[in-house]
């Protein structure tokens, strides 16, 4: 199991949502992060695939500090930084496309993924 999750974390891309845009491997994962306000103080945080005008919640969690997972996605609550991670892992190109991230539905971050065929090229 450690060797698998070392496989995986080295197929990943890792993106700043300041960024906008983030490319991932098919079969790897990709990993960045939502920041939110602290002041706020969020019920929840949520994380949702756009379709047109709506978002479609993949996954929503009000747990700090804690990892909460379905199917293929991951989040992270990191309340004393005010951000959250969100992994997606085993990535397909059909998983391309623009997601959004945010506490509460006040706000939300915007994030393209690009799925590129292969494997994340040795440098």
Known sequence: MKILLIFIF???SVGDVA???VTGYSGGGI???CKYQKESE???LYFCRSSGSDCDELMKTEAEDKWRNRGGFSLFNNSTA???RVLITEL???DA???QCGADKDSSTSVDLNVQKGFL???
Do not use: I
């Open 19 to 21: 960024s906008r845009e």
């Open 97 to 99: 496309g623009r997601y």
């Open 82 to 84: 005010a951000v959250f």
């Open 121 to 123: 090229p040795l440098q």
């Open 31 to 33: 990993l960045f992060t």
């Open 10 to 12: 080295c197929l990943m």
């Open 92 to 94: 397909t190109v059909e």
């Open 42 to 44: 969020p019920k929840s």
